[in-house]
């Protein structure tokens, strides 16, 4: 438990520190003479970096444990935002942003591998999980607006400056206080001295639907950098504290969610298609529906995350296994990366000839004609407790 702790510690500070970021990129960008399509490049190729950082994550972590790539990724991360404070040029941002990346693209796997080897019990692996999307989307609460209220007072070199020393700070503390070894009771997610007894293969049509179900988070992430590419463009350049105090409220719903704990004894198929159907007339809304005010609807979107996020993990924690942990969220991320490299490349092309907002309503509403019409066919998902993450 207290490698937990300090492991949320950590990832609140990471997460703090990516999204105060989120309301500044798009202006600061502006302001060294970036437009939409530029923008839209760069937002994605931060994301397309990720890829080789994903593959090298899947195999590296689970053969040499998550310590030294979180440390990696915190202190080479860091030292990027320190240079990016002194960027002169739109190309300095682009190369900056692609090299963050790669050096983040570690983080994920390794510490969602870390959690989940904590313990060999699945309810208990269940809220590591749950603990960490709330550590997250408090992060995200408080971030956005923070950032925004940073760069007024100190401008973007600043905001860096300090934001880029945090992360520093963070993967120094990970170096002290993360155990270089899972623990020795992770072993038991996958018993060495069992040979007589392996695991069923999985029929090939539940390896179909298992590999299917890693579109979900390429649609999600595809239609999460539409909106992180578009609400600061129409907020406009001297419109950081609003698209802050938007994307603030957008955590606020993510967590009113959340905390609904007996959401998660439903099925994570129910959640995820319910989730998706709501997520996408959010998008549907701020497209069509622009009296209403996008506080309000960003506020439902993030409720929709909240749903769908704990499903999602609990997911993928059943599509690994034993020693195969690393490889799992290696290939989610590796999904994630892919759906935020298209998105705001897609909406930067189309933006003058469609909303993007109605581009990520079409994305995810092809995701829930992907799902398959049963839903999860395999029975450690319903009965091992892996469907309840905060219980």
Not at 12 to 33: E, K, N, R, V, W
Not at 89 to 117: E, I, K
Not at 202 to 228: K, N
Not at 269 to 290: D, E, Q, S, V, Y
Request: charged share 5%; hydrophobic share 55%; net charge positive.
């Amino acid at each position: 438990m207290k490698t937990a702790l300090w492991l949320y510690l950590f990832l609140f500070l990471a997460f703090f520190d990516l999204h105060a970021q989120y309301p500044i990129l798009t202006p600061f960008a502006m302001s060294l003479g970036a437009g939409p399509a530029f923008i839209g490049w760069m937002m994605g190729m931060y994301s397309l970096t990720h890829l080789p950082g994903n593959l090298l994550a899947g195999v590296l972590v689970d053969k040499n444990g998550s310590r030294r790539y979180i440390v990696f990724s915190l202190v080479a991360a860091g030292i990027l935002l320190l240079l990016q404070a002194y960027a002169q040029l739109p190309w300095h941002l682009l190369v900056l942003r692609a090299a963050s990346g790669f050096a983040l693209a570690f983080l994920s796997p390794a510490c969602m591998t870390l959690l989940a080897s904590l313990s060999s019990d699945s309810a208990t692996q269940g809220k590591y999980m749950s603990g960490h999307g709330i550590i997250h989307t408090l992060a995200s609460v408080v971030s956005p607006a923070a950032g925004a209220y940073i760069v007024h007072k100190a401008g973007y070199s600043g905001t860096f400056t300090t934001l880029g020393w945090l992360l520093i700070a963070t993967g120094l503390m990970a170096l002290i206080s993360v155990p270089k070894k899972a623990p020795a009771r992770a072993l038991a997610l996958q018993p060495p001295s069992q040979p007589a007894s392996p695991k069923p293969s999985v029929p090939a049509a539940e390896a179909g639907t298992s590999r299917r179900y890693y579109l979900l988070p390429f649609f999600v992430s595809c239609a999460q950098g539409v909106l992180f590419f578009e609400l600061p463009l129409s907020q406009g350049q001297d419109g950081i504290v609003s698209t802050g105090v938007l994307l603030s409220l957008m955590s606020l719903g993510a967590l009113a969610t959340l905390s609904l704990m007996f959401l998660n004894r439903t099925s994570p198929a129910g959640r995820i298609a319910a989730a998706l159907l709501a997520m996408a007339l959010c998008f549907f809304t701020l497209a069509a529906f622009t009296t209403i005010p996008a506080g309000v609807v960003l506020f439902m979107l993030g409720a929709a995350k909240g749903v769908l996020f704990p499903a999602m993990a609990s997911l993928f924690i059943s599509l690994g296994s034993g020693g195969r942990l690393g490889r799992t969220f290696s290939l989610q991320s590796i999904a994630m990366s892919l759906g935020a490299f298209a998105g705001p490349v897609a909406a930067g092309q189309l933006r003058g000839y469609v909303s993007p907002y109605f581009i990520a309503f079409v994305l995810l509403m092809t995701a829930i004609l992907l799902l398959p019409p049963k839903g999860i066919s395999r029975p450690s998902l319903y009965h091992n407790g892996l469907n309840n993450p905060a219980a």
